[in-house]
């Protein structure tokens, strides 16, 4: 090889082994001092502010309005082809409640007024306001939990079975809630039975409990074992319990994989090393640089979150592939395969020699790859998303410890394990991978003949089949469903895995599915708003508000009431439910309601005034008022908590554009969902941008490094292609998978992205060498010689990473298996376009080439 900064190098590292391994190994207990300096816990994804006109109605409302900000377990009691609205069900129910309230850790957690509801104390209620007025002259005041219970404790079951029939009757004014809100809306009106009920659990702000959110989610967890005790089928949904499936997934997905992941790395391992030694300086390297990651996300208090989990897969991928190419390019120098401008260019060496000419042989592949690779993280920085910032400020980190690991203290250690052994009498001289005549050797060297004969055919095969890729992805999925995040209840083989691997039971996906397919829900993701401004007096616009409420259309995400009436309250829907139980009002109404609907058809400010005169908190909730002056009206919009964040926008806008065709008024969708919806399309955005800035960087550096090094900034062309139709063939099977283009699979094709230009690099810097170096090699003896030697590194690398990311594919939390799904395919895809297209283009590019030359001398 040429002199230079390379050799210089090689001869330093070598020649200052022990120095070296002391640094590095003082370095790294520097590094890893960093958690115990600071504290990473505590992160999680968070909001980002994106300026949208949704993010500025839902700080308007906070400021007007006020947030709800308690959060809501709901309890559903169900009785498939029965009926839970019998005496003893019902009673059931408010024993649960009276059970719910005598536990003081969760009884801490609930709301002042109001904290539990549900049909069941509606029609306890409505029996004690019934005996009351048979006992004497009727009570003020809601009665008290153990009333509800003793008044419906006296009745028999035809008793409850005629209240039930007054009680569920619209045209029966009686006290309380509308007993069906909490009946699906498969309900019949009318009808005295149901097969399932809901009732709500409303726990006070996080600020307000002691022990905060945690608090609040152990009661819920509290709340969901006294709903398993008292009911044969029931459950109890909330953020806490999804929260503790979603941990405890994770564990127990870890739990499963990582003994059979270990096994399999280490196989691989053993089957591409096929030595103990060499195996142990890998784990050893692979060691220290998790010791670096940590150590980096604590001094820069990065603070841990699901996003995160990526880094450390990155970065063990990435060490297994660097200690691959120091250890096989040793055994091809020691073995004398690697060509050097000496005279003893081809024959054996010993450890030193061997060391020095592998090291200079891929160090530079090694830290051209980690620049690309870590720029293509590192570009994520651009997001405004402090998560996506802190994943890409780590993985460049990550990375770049890889890098001075393996391409310093790894190759120091293992050429003083090499000295020590030779002293001992132990002469090591084994093949690298894919040299020889074994079948991996066969299986590379059919490649090098299949592109040397069809290279044509072989390329018009890849693009045909990225073409299809390219289409397949114009129809991915983009959107975010936060119900694609919960855990699914594993399958049958799994549950029988014996002893303390066995995973729990998890069945709240299918219980946030049943929520969301027959119940308006409560709670966080299953309500979204619309803030009304402008002339919100005006009768036209009070109707367009009221028209709000017809029924949804078929696969719309808004849900509908029991009378098939979309389950939206507004101005106009507080209107009719506050005038059925108070005169004044319902006179103001008459007085001004020309069509007979139940609205005003004028002087509307005047019915608004008289509204917050009897109601003043209903009205606050649907209408704001500064002084005189109505400025703005609120709609709430329940919709099925597991439907995606876009489905959900696009619906809630669609009502909203319908109020604001009155042009009076300018109507804003908003909420939850709306904003998870706007923040996860313009996150996407970002990533897709920074995805175009790292190829634009990639591409210029690798022309840069190629004019300098051979005087062809072309082969920058020739690298990078492989790697994108490897991601046309990534996105192409997501979408045929059906695995959706959103913010978490983005980051993990930029994984795929960074892994492939890895490959890319390692086999181009070596074919080119070969060419340069090889002192008059052709381009077929240049293929031969790098497709066996760093195509079998690259080969033993893949099937290692693949193997590791793939078996995740078998766990129990949906992001860790997408996460294994998607990068397992990525690595075989980057493995595949590397060492087959690769060559392919190398081989066009010289007959182009040679087709110029001949153009040229012929002229």
Known sequence: MSGGIIDRYADTLVENSKLVILLLLAATALVAAGPVLDDTEGGDIGQFATGSAEEAAQEEIGATYGEDEGAVTQIVVRDEGGDVLTRESLLDGLYLQQEIREEDATDATLQEDNAIGGVENVVATAAYFQQQAQSGPPVEGEPTLAEQIHALEALDEEDVDALLGDVLDPATETPGPDATAFLPSSYEPGTTTADARLTFVFHASADSVEGGEDAIGDAQLAIDGLVDERFDDAFAFGGGITDDASTRAVGDSFAIITPVALVLVLAVLGVAYRDLVDVLVGVFGIAVVMAWLAGIQGWLSIPSSQLLIAVPFLVIGLSIDYSLHVVMRYREAREGRLRDDGPDATVPREPTAAMRLGVASVVLALAAATFSTGIGFLSNYVSPLAAIQDFALLSAGGILATLIVFGTLVPAVKLELEQLLARFGRERRNAAV????????????????????????????????????????????????????????????????????????????????????????????????????????????????????APPESGSTVVARPDGNAAVDSPASVLRDVAAEN????????????????????????????????????AGEVLYRSGDEYESARLFVGVQGDASAQSVADDTRMIADGIAATDAVSATATGGPVLTAVQQDALLETLVQAFAVTLVVIMAFLSLLYFIRHGAPDLAIVTITPVLIALAWLLGTMSALGIPFNSETAVITSLAIGLGVDYSIHLSERIQDELVEGNGASLDEALSTAIAGTGGALLGSAATTAAGFGVLALALAPPLRRFGLVTGLSIVYAFMACVILLPVLFVLRERVREWRAGRTAGE
């Open 434 to 549: 894919g040299v020889g005549t074994g079948p991996i050797n066969r299986t590379l060297t059919g490649i090098v003949s299949l592109v040397q004969r069809r290279p044509v055919a072989v390329l018009v095969l890849a693009l045909l089949l990225a073409s299809a890729g390219a289409y397949g992805a114009t129809g991915i999925d983009t959107e975010f469903n936060q119900a694609d995040f919960l855990p699914e209840d594993p399958p049958d083989w799994v549950k029988s895995i014996p002893g303390p691997l066995s995973p729990g039971d998890y069945d709240v996906r299918a219980n946030a599915a049943y929520l969301g397919d027959n119940f308006r829900q409560q709670g966080a993701g299953t309500e979204t708003q619309i803030l009304v401004r402008g002339e919100v007096t005006d009768p036209d616009v009070l109707a367009a508000m009221d028209e709000a409420t």
């Open 583 to 618: 005169d004044q009002l319902a006179d103001a109404i008459d007085a001004r309601d020309e069509t007979g609907n139940g609205l005003p058809d004028e002087d509307v400010a005047a019915v608004y005034d008289t509204l917050y005169d009897v109601a003043p908190e209903r």
